[in-house]
């Protein structure tokens, strides 16, 4: 797709309204809920992730907008759920009230619910056909599959879990891996999968380097996420700065000390952009993607 | 299938233990309170729905293993988040105490949000080949597809927002009817049209058959259910009896009386029988079915 020269950002904030303009929601308030948690700004790195692996390899901008949306939408239910009082008890997300805080907790967890429920939705093809063409309706399936794993109790719930476990508990770096690549690394993986699956590669050495990219990214943002708990400030960061120290929470600072942590970010950011070789130039993009999770200052 | 045996409670049970056999599950506290909510008894109405419905239209029962067990898992998830101290919080669910008085309200929010992706996960086919056969995808697709809409801000999340707002104040008839029709309606529906999806029937007059039953016998579940909170006990129906009446909140019996409410159930089972005729004598364990749902005393 070189030589395209598509504005990105814009694309999925477009997407994501439209994916939210719900005509037959019962309850005004729940839509609203549900709008303000996705709409209100977001690095959007994930659906970033889908666009850039699945152009990368010869996907249509049009073919990856269902799951850019989705994986977002996944995202956002996740910290909607992990911010309620009984999870992580956050006031501030992204600069703003959490969901829970602008409107109310039951409020918070049913637009979680729905968020999660929407996602599905437009990987199965919301308002198209009831019997897709078969070449889709598996690339479509197969996305399903990937998201529905990377976000269960063997990836992101399973690694939120382990995560309230760990409170006030001293987890070793083998542990905290685990912990983070299940919570965090597992999402951003499936973006990149899913990318590759909407462009139909679900094998193959060009799949084996955007999953090796994508673990390396994974695990390099959630190092650089830790060092911002430390090192920025609440206003730069849009939450609560300090706030894992706060919560006796394990993290790589905490384990690595700063420049360690810092050390270990450089590090799987060297492994992400070699991962993308086999790619060449159509891994460019990629290569900036890794640039920005490590050089980031929120 | 006239002739065929089989022993649905039992099978069931053996496919939603199968189900939440997660190895791979990072938390065995998490991976736990999943199978106390789900392993815990319960009427099993919305799997029998899917392997009757599938059945009576010539699926065989392993077709229909996986959308029964999701449709399952989809309603022990909705009634662990219902539970919550912040929705309705109910400390009795099936005569024991509900998950997040059994585990914590974290676990439990976290269990629910994990069987929502454990459900789509199964409908994708979880373990079997990266690429399914075309016209499995095409139908396991479109039961993504039935599952995602009936639970959404269109069905069931939106049913239980207009549920949660309508707490103290009056809702007419056809606002209640309205709200039941999304909270409890749309996955009764959704469980028998899946199982019309997994046997290839998506439209003609079968398919509008069963979906005119399954709008009947939702309607009639929902009355019995408000029927059994007013002359049924704790014990009995395993749920605090009275809780609607406690929590304010509109029903059935509080807008027609008892005996309305009685004939409502009566007139919607007979709506039920009727729109079995055209199935004919495949339609006898589904018409049971009906019988069952407004003979019930739990």
């Known amino acids: 797709m070189a030589g395209t020269r598509i504005d990105w950002p814009a694309r999925i904030e477009q997407v994501l309204d439209r994916a939210l303009t719900l005509p037959e929601a019962g309850s005004a308030r729940l839509r609203e809920a549900m709008r303000y948690s996705v709409l209100g700004g977001g690095k959007r790195l994930r659906p970033t992730l889908v666009y850039l692996a699945g152009t990368a390899l010869g996907a249509s901008a049009e073919a990856l907008d269902d799951p850019a949306a989705a994986v977002e939408l996944i995202h956002v239910y996740s910290l909607v759920h992990d911010d309620l009082p009984a999870m992580d008890d956050d006031d501030l997300r992204r600069g703003r009230p959490s969901c829970h805080r602008a409107f109310d907790e039951a409020t918070a967890i049913l637009a979680g619910d729905a968020l999660q429920a929407l996602a599905f939705e437009l990987l199965a093809g919301r308002g198209s056909a009831v019997r897709p063409d078969p070449a889709e309706a598996q690339r479509r399936l197969a996305m399903s599959r990937l998201l529905a794993q990377g976000i269960g109790t063997a990836g992101m719930a399973g690694g939120q ?97 700063l420049e360690g942590a810092r050390a270990a970010a450089a590090a799987q950011h060297a492994r992400a952009l070699a991962a993308l070789a086999p790619l060449g130039a159509a891994g460019a993009e990629l290569a900036r993607l890794a640039d920005f999770v490590v050089g980031r200052a929120n």
Do not use: N
Request: net charge negative; hydrophobic share 45%; glycine share 10%.
């Open 161 to 257: 879990a382990i995560d309230l476990e760990a409170v006030g508990r001293r987890l070793d770096l083998a542990a905290l891996q685990d912990m983070h690549r299940r919570k965090t690394g597992a999402l951003i993986e499936t973006s990149v999968l899913m990318g590759a699956a909407a462009a139909g590669v679900f094998e193959g050495p060009l799949h084996a380097a955007l999953h090796e990219y994508a673990s390396a990214i994974g695990l390099a943002f959630q190092i650089q996420d830790d060092i911002l708990d430390v090192t920025g400030t609440t206003a730069s960061i849009g939450k609560v700065a300090g706030a894992d120290a706060a919560h006796d929470k394990p993290t790589y600072t905490s384990l690595m000390g």
